[in-house]
């Protein structure tokens, strides 16, 4: 098991919706240490790596995001001096951490199927982050568990139907024209915030689409973040592009869950024009 068993019945029970803290064993795992991660990052294709300055405000303009000039390999190694952060993005491509991903699917595969249907797409993203780095506001299109290996993270969660924060107009865009994930923080959104506090052990399921923002503690940080779709999130991605297709046209589509008769149709056309699109 990589996950403790106790902590998967309250993941089971929050899961798909809330957020949940579950406890891990892969601390000491030697695919996780810095001197692997170097390696992982020079083999890994460019578009599998994103990184960036961490020194950033939380309301980063996604178009303005500061390089830090290093090379990927670089920047993991010299990553407690050089204040920045970095995503391995993919890393199943990679036949060993492929392995490890199997083994923390396995372990919450039955919850998920229980309650949001199969899930596939299993993808793995490792963080590894300067002292102090902040990932600014964002929310990201799947389900995932984020798992603290080294370092500590508060991990600033906000809920994912939270209306105030992101519009339906801004789902919208966020699946039509794969918007960036950044999001517009303002300061009234922290009345709505949880801050969870990731030590080594700790992990975090975080639903679809729940805003966050994450600051690193005052040691490097290095995090693996395992993440699925669902029959539920492909759902609510093609009703989103639906309802976005139809408010270009100039209407008014029903709130999601107000009308579900209408949002089954909505998602049938959807991955109906998906379908034709790809042929
Ligand atoms: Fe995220």
Same mark, same amino acid.
């Given at each position: 098991?990589?996950?403790?068993?106790?902590?998967?019945?309250?993941?089971?029970?929050?899961?798909?919706?809330?957020?949940?803290?579950? @406890?891990?064993h892969?601390? +000491?795992?030697?695919?996780?240490e810095?001197?692997?991660? %170097?390696?992982?990052?020079?083999?890994?294709?460019?578009?599998?790596v994103?990184?960036?300055?961490?020194?950033?405000?939380?309301g980063? +303009?996604?178009a303005?995001?500061?390089?830090?000039?290093?090379?990927?390999?670089?920047? %993991?190694?010299?990553?407690? *001096?050089?204040?920045?952060?970095?995503?391995?993005?993919?890393?199943?491509?990679?036949?060993?951490?492929?392995?490890?991903?199997?083994?923390?699917?396995?372990?919450v595969?039955?919850? %998920?199927?229980?309650? =949001?249907?199969?899930?596939h797409?299993? *993808?793995?993203?490792?963080f590894?982050?300067?002292?102090?780095?902040?990932?600014?506001?964002?929310?990201?299109?799947?389900?995932n568990?984020?798992?603290?290996?080294?370092? =500590?993270?508060?991990?600033?969660?906000f809920?994912?139907?939270?209306?105030?924060?992101?519009?339906?107009?801004?789902?919208?865009?966020?699946?039509?024209?794969?918007?960036?994930?950044?999001?517009?923080?303002?300061?009234?959104?922290?009345?709505?915030?949880?801050?969870?506090?990731?030590?080594?052990?700790?992990?975090?399921?975080?639903?679809?689409?729940?805003?966050?923002?994450?600051?690193?503690?005052?040691?490097?940080? %290095?995090?693996?973040?395992?993440t699925?779709?669902?029959?539920?999130s492909?759902?609510e991605?093609?009703?989103?592009?639906?309802?976005?297709?139809?408010?270009?046209k100039?209407?008014?589509?029903?709130?999601?869950?107000?009308?579900?008769?209408?949002d @089954?149709?909505?998602?049938?056309?959807a991955r109906?024009?998906?379908?034709?699109?790809?042929?």
């Open positions: 098991m990589v996950f403790d068993p106790a902590s998967l019945r309250p993941f089971s029970a929050s899961y798909p919706n809330l957020p949940a803290r579950l @406890r891990h892969l601390t +000491d795992h030697p695919l996780l810095i001197d692997r991660l %170097v390696v992982l990052a020079r083999v890994l294709p460019e578009s599998a994103e990184y960036n300055s961490g020194d950033l405000p939380i980063q +303009d996604p303005k995001t500061p390089m830090n000039g290093l090379t990927p390999e670089e920047t %993991v190694r010299r990553i407690a *001096e050089n204040k920045s952060w970095i995503v391995l993005k993919n890393i199943e491509q990679d036949g060993d951490y492929a392995a490890l991903l199997e083994g923390c699917a396995a372990d595969a039955p919850s %998920v199927k229980a309650a =949001t249907g199969e899930m797409k299993c *993808e793995g993203f490792i590894v982050s300067s002292p102090a780095s902040v990932t600014p506001f964002h929310m990201d299109p799947e389900h568990i984020l798992m603290q290996m080294r370092g =500590t993270k508060t991990f600033t969660i809920p994912a139907k939270a209306d105030a924060i992101v519009t339906d107009e801004q789902h919208e865009a966020f699946h039509r024209a794969g918007g960036h994930r950044n999001l517009p923080y303002k300061d009234e959104y922290a009345s709505l915030a949880e801050n969870v506090e990731l030590s080594p052990g700790d992990a975090l399921y975080v639903p679809l689409k729940s805003p966050h923002w994450v600051k690193v503690g005052p040691e490097v940080s %290095v995090s693996l973040s395992v699925w779709r669902s029959e539920a492909d759902a991605a093609q009703l989103r592009r639906a309802n976005g297709w139809l408010r270009s100039g209407l008014t589509p029903p709130r999601p869950g107000a009308a579900p008769m209408r @089954r149709a909505a998602i049938l056309a109906l024009a998906a379908r034709l699109k790809r042929s």
